[in-house]
């Protein structure tokens, strides 16, 4: 259970992380082309939804592990 919590943990950090990092900038003035795209939400419940069905397979794993 420590070992889950930590990949949580994390995950949670880095998937905080990341959308900091990602965030969408304002052009400065005077620039004509946008270079900036937004990361959309559906994109991030892709991720998210994929690292949480990595996690369950992992947890799966170990646990089919320990049991044997």
Same mark, same amino acid.
């Given at each position: 259970? #420590? #070992? @889950? $919590? %930590?990949?949580?943990?994390? /995950?949670? @950090?880095?998937m905080v992380?990341? *959308?900091?990092? /990602? $965030? *969408?900038? &304002?052009?400065?003035?005077? #620039? /004509? /082309?946008p270079s900036? &795209?937004?990361?959309?939400?559906? &994109? !991030?419940?892709? &991720?998210? *939804?994929? !690292?949480?069905?990595? *996690?369950? %397979?992992?947890?799966? %794993? $170990?646990?089919? %592990?320990?049991g044997e």
């Open positions: 259970m #420590n #070992n @889950l $919590n %930590k990949i949580l943990g994390l /995950t949670f @950090l880095l992380g990341f *959308a900091y990092i /990602t $965030n *969408a900038q &304002v052009p400065p003035p005077g #620039n /004509t /082309t900036a &795209v937004p990361i959309d939400g559906g &994109v !991030i419940s892709i &991720v998210g *939804a994929s !690292i949480a069905y990595g *996690a369950k %397979k992992l947890y799966d %794993k $170990n646990k089919a %592990k320990k």
